[in-house]
Structure formats: C-alpha cells, structure tokens
Nanobody, 127 residues
C-alpha cells in the first residue's frame, strides 16, 4: 500500500520559518518525482515546488522563489520543503505528491499512470 505522510506544519509569525516533511512508503521512492502543492481557503490547489527523481533539478512557483527550498533524501524516502520568510499569503494546506513523470509533468497521463497524494498539513502564517 502506497503512503505519503506529511508533517511539520504549524502556526508561525510573518517572517518565520517552517520545514515540512513527507515520508513515503509502499513504492520505489527514487523512481518518482516529488511535488509540493498548497490550497488556501476558497482557492484552487497550486503547485509550489517540484524535484526530480534524483534530486538534481528543482522548480518553484514564482511566488515562493528565493524563500522556499525543496529537497529529498532517497535513502530516507522523504521529501522536504524548507519555507523561510513566510508571509500571511503562504497560509494554506500543503500537500505532497509523487508521480513518475519528469520535473515537469505536462505530458504525464494521470488518467492511466500512478500518482499518490499525502494527506496535507496546515501552515498558518499570522501577520
């Protein structure tokens, strides 16, 4: 059974930092790209950051570039999201996702291929 378990969320003041983790089990972690998404109340889920299978390439949403860092440890089957200089607009539920696409998943057929979501972890940034 494939599982992704996210953790590390919480409440911080504006300008603070948090580190999210997402631990994987039940599949070959190193064969999957990993992505962090977030969804704020009343808004659509958006991609925040992505990392390639080996960890050598990353991609970020413009809104978090220079503040967030995605990384992974394939020996520990875990992906991380280091979030610095947090702003109130970063408040959202953060989800990790695994899929076997490349860094950019635009050509991946999600209707037929595997992908797995974590359960989400709440991040609240107070002003």
């Amino acid at each position: 059974q494939e599982h992704l378990v996210g953790s590390g969320g919480g409440v911080v003041h504006s300008g603070g930092s948090l580190r999210l983790s997402c631990a994987a089990s039940g599949f070959t972690f190193s064969s999957f790209a990993m992505r962090w998404y977030r969804q704020a109340p009343g808004k659509e889920r958006e991609l925040v950051a992505a990392i390639s299978k080996g960890g050598g390439r990353t991609n970020y949403a413009d809104s978090v570039k220079g503040r967030f860092t995605i990384s992974r440890d394939n020996a520990k089957n875990t992906v991380y999201l280091q979030m610095n200089s947090l702003k109130p607009e970063d408040t959202a539920v953060y989800y990790c996702k695994a899929d076997p696409a490349g860094l950019y998943d635009g050509d991946y057929d999600y209707s037929s291929g595997p992908y797995y979501w974590g359960q989400g972890t709440q991040v609240t940034v107070s002003s």
